[in-house]
């Protein structure tokens, strides 16, 4: 452990006394508000494979780093939330800030406990942290009464955590060989988490071996890179429709590491409810998802890189047959990574184009939640493994810390950072750890003025009738600049290369706002189409 993150609070001075102690071993981050910090030890997870680690005070810290774990239990990142409580003389008195958080926690972690005793505080990290990375990834909640934390105990140390993970069966390998064979026209959907470069590169020489397309799940877009000739795009929100008839046409169906959940499966219609009609493998390392959702042919019970490792020694005895269909597959991505024509003075699309060309390869990209992410989804080709750092609970507000804490784990990487106007309010605060930190990441605030999102299911389902996604926003350059960090404005496709290369330039962190059109809200229609069809359709 070598970070931690978190919002000070009176509900557990002793663990601030003490990481005083080993503060050349253990770097405490101070955040400015519970949910960035969070959001930071989500990202550190998903960076760095191991928990990531976050202390918040009872109550408000409590309820405001809730967003957090919620993120890391959808996106299945190894997370542990300390939170001080009231002594145990006050429990169930509903005193200070009280909250039971086995009940308040109950469904967004893995395991949620409280410490009550200071001789079994080791039993209890120690289950923390392998409960967290084992199967299933996800989040740990532990509670740490005010009491407990300077009572002293004679007792034993425990030792480093191990992940605990199933692997395939030999008849497992055997059969999925049987089923690829057979097949004629197959699709892999890469996702999930617990994937490490190993992994990757286990299942990169499996995939190009049999020359299967590859697609990747929402949000997973650097589980397998961009720019190699069998992967065939993201399948997620704004799925290229050339990709989702492929899917939809496969006859034999690789889901790996992925729940499929709403967002990759288009709520569900991608993939038939609960049998698919194509022949279905479904490798995930948690027994809880398979056959939860979907019913597999051959669900396999695996880790990642176990599976990985036993599907690379899985080679083709002859020619794949289905040659024509991985580069028709590549053709139609290619394809669809051209910008349409966008209304307004600013192309997102053309601003990704050229991020695409000119960020280096090892550059981490931290997203947080909305409409203008497509553009990043659909434009943007990740090099490999970590460099997307997104949520796939869609939570916004997740860009800057994310940002912030890829920026910790990996000070020697590019970072850059792409939000939403409503999306960076959420969290923006963060700047000012950025700033503390001496930590130089470029953030782009994409602005059209509303909750576009909202607004476009708003012109859906009840057009011309605008109610709540308004917004009035500040001067977000200006914004940077009083953090002391370079701020600048683009209102031009032509003005963006020359702002990027001042921001990143620059000494500090920066902040380039991005006005475009509101109309432009998403890569294939417009709030004016979408409006029109509505009321046309009402019309009918």
């Known amino acids: 452990m070598d970070l931690v993150f978190g919002v000070p609070g009176e509900s557990y001075l002793a663990v601030l006394d003490a990481l005083y102690d080993a503060r050349d071993q253990i770097r405490y981050i101070i955040c400015r508000q519970e949910g960035g910090a969070a959001n930071m030890a989500d ?9 990531g680690i976050c202390f918040v005070t009872r109550g408000p810290g409590a309820t405001n780093a809730s967003v957090g774990i919620h993120t890391a239990f959808q996106d299945s990142t190894p997370l542990i939330l300390f939170i001080g409580q009231v002594g145990n003389d006050f429990v169930e008195r509903e005193a200070f800030q009280e909250i039971d958080y086995r009940r308040m926690y109950g469904q967004m972690a893995k395991w949620v406990a409280q410490i009550d005793r200071a001789d079994r505080v080791p039993e209890y990290v120690s289950r923390a942290f392998q ?70 590169a286990d299942f990169r020489a499996f995939a190009e071996a049999w020359d299967l397309p590859v697609g990747t799940a929402f949000r997973r877009q650097d589980l397998y890179d961009n720019r190699l000739p069998n992967f065939v795009g993201d399948v997620g929100i704004g799925i290229n429709p050339a990709l989702a008839d492929r899917i939809k046409n496969c006859d034999l169906l690789l889901a790996l590491g992925t729940r499929l959940g709403e967002m990759t499966t288009g709520g569900y219609t991608l993939i038939d409810v609960p049998r698919p009609k194509q022949k279905f493998v479904h490798v995930y390392p948690g027994a809880e998802v398979l056959g939860h959702v979907y019913q597999a042919d051959l669900p396999v019970l695996s880790g990642m890189p176990e599976f990985a490792e036993a599907a690379r020694r899985l080679a083709p005895e002859s020619a794949r047959a289905w040659k024509d269909w991985t580069r028709a597959a590549r053709a139609d991505y290619e394809e669809w990574l051209r910008p349409g024509e966008m209304p307004g003075a600013l192309d997102f699309g053309e601003v990704m184009v050229f991020l695409r060309g000119r960020l280096p390869p090892e550059t981490i990209v931290a997203n947080g939640a909305g409409n203008f992410s497509g553009w990043i989804h659909r434009y943007y080709q990740y090099s490999g493994l970590r460099t997307e750092v997104a949520p796939t609970s869609g939570a916004m507000g997740y860009g800057v810390p994310a940002a912030v804490a890829a920026k910790l784990v990996h000070p020697e990487r590019p970072v850059v950072c792409v939000c939403g106007d409503g999306d960076f309010l959420m969290t923006g605060q963060e700047l000012a750890t950025a700033a503390q930190y001496g930590l130089k990441i470029v953030f782009m605030v994409v602005n059209n003025n509303m909750y576009g999102t909202i607004r476009m299911h708003q012109e859906r389902d009840y057009p011309a009738r605008v109610s709540g996604t308004e917004l009035k926003n500040p001067d977000f350059a200006a914004l940077a600049r009083a953090y002391g960090l370079h701020g600048g404005t683009v209102e031009a496709t032509a003005d963006f290369e020359p702002a990027f290369e001042r921001a990143w330039n620059a000494k500090t962190a920066s902040l380039l706002e991005l006005r475009v059109d509101p109309d432009a809200i998403t890569t294939r229609t417009t709030l004016t189409a979408i409006r029109a069809a509505a009321l046309k359709a009402k019309k009918a």
């Open 43 to 51: 990202a550190y997870g998903k960076l760095t494979g191991r928990p």
């Open 131 to 200: 409960t967290a990375v084992s199967g299933r990834p996800g989040p740990v909640v532990l509670a740490m009464p005010e009491d407990m934390l300077t009572e002293t105990a004679a007792v034993a140390d425990t030792g480093r955590y191990q992940r605990v993970a199933a692997h395939p069966g030999e008849s497992d390998m055997s059969r999925l060989r049987g089923m690829l064979a057979q097949a004629k026209r197959p699709f892999v959907i890469l996702g999930g988490s617990g994937w490490t470069a190993r992994a990757c």
